[in-house]
T-cell receptor
């Protein structure tokens, strides 16, 4: 079945760039997503990339997709304390009816002042 | 506009009891999803509705779990004979059109945190 892996934890200083990595196994993925979850809250969609793209930029966020290696990354420029949260990558396999998402375990990002 | 809403935000129940969790999707969204998130893990798919019908219920863990969406809008996730292992955050999401390019993005509600004692 599908599997999505992420590193558990990332610590970064305020103002630096953060890079969160994700690997997935399903080569038929159509969309790949990044969601942010703050303590006790639901998931906030940050950005997504279609599988025929290799890069997408949205303000401070840059998504890179290496389809050959099945590797996805999210770069946050000028990281702020408000960026401290858990970040989930998720894939939507082509064959899945209705676009159900498979999530990684999440990367906890801690931004130090 | 209003996002996805879920009630209650927290539910504490005793082992063996029955619970209902409610989800109000974004108005006009045809697709509705339920996910379960255990502590320290990512969300796991439970069930997906397209309109009133459950198009994919492959994620429901057993027959104690059931969900309905009788009018194609609000959905209720029902758990019978709750067990301590059912304790988790239950998340609902909706999307405009799961088959439409650019319309399949899922927007999540704040979740219902269920604790079974």
């Amino acid at each position: 079945g599908e599997d999505v892996e992420q590193s558990l934890f990332l610590s970064v200083r305020e103002g630096d760039s953060s890079v969160i990595n994700c690997t997935y196994t399903d080569s038929s993925s159509t969309y790949l997503y990044w969601y942010k979850q703050e303590p006790g809250a639901g998931l906030q969609l940050l950005t997504y990339i279609f599988s025929n793209m290799d890069m997408k930029q949205d303000q401070r966020l840059t998504v890179l997709l290496n389809k050959k290696d099945k590797h996805l990354s999210l770069r946050i420029a000028d990281t702020q304390t408000g960026d401290s949260a858990i970040y989930f990558c998720a894939e939507s396999p082509l064959k899945a009816a209705g676009n159900k998402l498979t999530f990684g375990g999440g990367t906890r990002v801690l931004v130090k002042p | 506009g209003a996002g996805v809403s879920q009630t209650p935000s927290n539910k504490v129940t005793e082992k063996g009891k029955y619970v209902e969790l409610r989800c109000d999707p974004i108005s006009g969204h045809t697709a509705l999803y339920w996910y379960r998130q255990s502590l320290g893990q990512g969300p796991e798919f439970l069930i997906y509705f397209q309109g009133t019908g459950a198009a994919d219920d492959s994620g429901l863990p057993n027959d104690r779990f059931f969900a309905v969406r009788p009018e194609g809008s609000v959905s209720t996730l029902k758990i019978q004979r709750t067990e301590r292992g059912d304790s988790a955050m239950y998340l609902c999401a909706s999307s405009l059109n799961p088959s439409g390019v650019g319309q399949e993005t899922q927007y999540f509600g704040p979740g219902t945190r269920l604790l079974v004692l």
